[in-house]
């Protein structure tokens, strides 16, 4: 699924007009309506609307949205910032219908000409869209201050007024929606969390632009999907045995910690890795075997509370090392035996905290390590960033100068490749916001390695598949409820849904 930056969206709009054809302002009534219809099929039949309009494309959206609702037999008031200068063609043609219907149109040229809204009405944001340039100022970002002290429930059109498409919008007055409308595609500016307040509930909703338009793209951004996965997942062979899924090892757990490789080490298993072996203190050893049969079991010595040394691990196909590890001095030297005797690598957790009090082994990081740091661990490893959109950029540089790929953990997780391109995950939900989430994704991950996945892949899979079993847990369970381990209950559904849609 795509994802484009504003001017993009722009070029993709004209292509639709040539070569469908279709004239701009037939495109803006297919874009109108579908909000519309959305809107009728969402609970809001019969509300009364305040429309608020610039005097833009985003502004005409909204001029037929108000005459769709008005022709329908809805209480719609319009109210179009007004600067003394008329508006787009497109706008003009639009108000010019609107006149011709019941809605009332105010124009607003001072704050004095402000109306509260009426309790229970709906405000719809057409003030600016994707083209913003600079922040909202003046009496635009008074009508955005009067849309947010309303009260009343706001839906924007394609994007809320005041947001920057492509580049942080921190400092500036934006609108808060409870639900933003979008056409066609995402924009980044929708999938970084400083926004989320910003933006509320996403709906995106196709209006048909011209599908030759993709082909002719470079994107760097784009989402995951369901066949997208489909496409990385391969069938079993049904002559293959345990030793064609590959051997993985995880390094994990400490005392007081070993339920972070019990996660893991299950959520490894029902990945599909053919075997695995978990390095683990002794002092772990009767746990895991009694709670992960299926897993081998390795001890490095007797009556030790944290893993200090470790066989050699050149035989395995993958490895994770983190989970439930702790953090002792001993363990940088861990992480470089590590290095140096595996070619796919997993780094969560307590092991990349240990990295990033040892920066100078990044440079040893193996070609084609993932690690999976939340946003404390990234800003630990990597260094603080003023905004997500920067907190981006920063991961890219890092994931090229290491060639290593980073999948940074949130709601819409990114998965950062080394060959600049960004992956952002469509799965998942705050119930997994739980101890142990993590350790349950490292597994996963760690499973699809040695079974032969190259790191790109393993880290889009099993980030979505993480998510998607997170995604029916909580459909069983409620997202309250989900803990951890309800995700790897899940997995074996999440692989069905994916494999046999």
């Not at 003009?92 to 704050?111: G, Y």
């Not at 909202?136 to 849309?147: F, N, P």
Request: some cysteine.
């Amino acid at each position: 699924m795509q994802i484009l930056v504003a001017e993009q969206v722009r070029a993709w709009d004209e292509f639709t007009i040539q070569h469908e054809p279709v004239t701009s302002v037939d495109l803006m009534e297919r874009a109108a309506s579908a909000f519309y219809n959305w809107l009728l099929l969402h609970g809001y039949r019969g509300r009364s609307f305040t429309v608020f309009c610039g005097k833009g494309n985003n502004g005409g959206d909204g001029l037929v949205i108000a005459r769709l609702l008005a022709l329908s037999g809805h209480i719609v008031t319009v109210n179009i910032l007004e600067f003394g200068h008329k508006g787009t063609g497109d706008f003009q043609v639009n108000l010019a219908r609107l006149h011709e219907t019941s809605v009332t149109i105010r124009f607003i040229s001072t704050e004095e000409n402000l109306h509260p809204l009426v309790p229970g009405e709906i405000a719809i944001d057409a003030l600016l869209g994707t083209g913003l340039n600079r922040p909202a100022e003046g009496l635009t970002a008074a009508v955005i201050q009067h849309i947010n002290q309303s009260g009343c429930e706001v839906i924007a059109v394609d994007i809320p007024s005041g947001l920057y498409t492509d580049k942080s919008s921190r400092g500036n007055t934006v609108v808060r929606a409870t639900h933003t409308v979008s056409f066609q595609c995402y924009k980044l500016a929708f999938l970084l969390p400083e926004n989320a307040a910003n933006t509320g509930n996403l709906h995106i909703l196709p209006i048909g632009l011209h599908p030759d338009f993709i082909n002719t793209l470079h994107m760097p951004y784009e989402m995951t999907d369901q066949p997208l996965i489909r496409s990385i997942l391969r069938p079993r062979n049904r002559f293959a045995h345990k030793g064609n899924y590959g051997h993985a090892a995880l390094i994990a757990g400490s005392k007081g910690m070993m339920g972070a490789a019990i996660l893991s080490a299950k959520a490894c298993l029902r990945s599909g890795t053919g075997k695995l072996t978990c390095h683990i203190p002794s002092v772990g050893y009767i746990i895991l075997q009694s709670t992960v049969p299926e897993a081998m079991c390795h001890t490095a010595a007797t009556n030790v509370e944290y893993l200090q040394t470790l066989p050699a691990l050149t035989s395995y196909n993958a490895v994770g090392i983190g989970p439930g590890l702790g953090q002792y001095n001993t363990h940088a030297v861990l992480l470089e035996k590590v290095f140096t005797e595996t070619s796919n690598l997993v780094i969560d957790a307590d092991a990349l905290n240990v990295l990033s009090v040892n920066k100078d082994l990044l440079q040893h990081l193996p070609a084609g390590t993932i690690l999976t740091p939340h946003v404390r661990e990234f800003e630990r490893l990597f260094g603080p960033a003023t905004n997500d959109f920067e907190k981006l950029t920063l991961a890219q540089q890092q994931a090229a100068a290491l060639n290593i790929v980073i999948v940074l953990k949130g709601h819409y997780t990114a998965i950062i490749t080394p060959g600049g391109k960004t992956w952002f995950n469509s799965t998942g939900n705050a119930g997994m916001a739980t101890g142990g989430s993590g350790d349950v994704l490292t597994g996963i991950i760690t499973g699809l390695l040695a079974q032969g996945y190259v790191a790109e892949q393993a880290a889009i899979a099993g980030v979505f598949l993480h998510g998607l079993a997170g995604d029916l847990a909580a459909t069983a369970l409620s997202q309250e409820a989900m803990i951890a381990s309800d995700i790897t209950d899940y997995l074996g559904k999440a692989f069905l849904q994916v494999m046999t849609a």
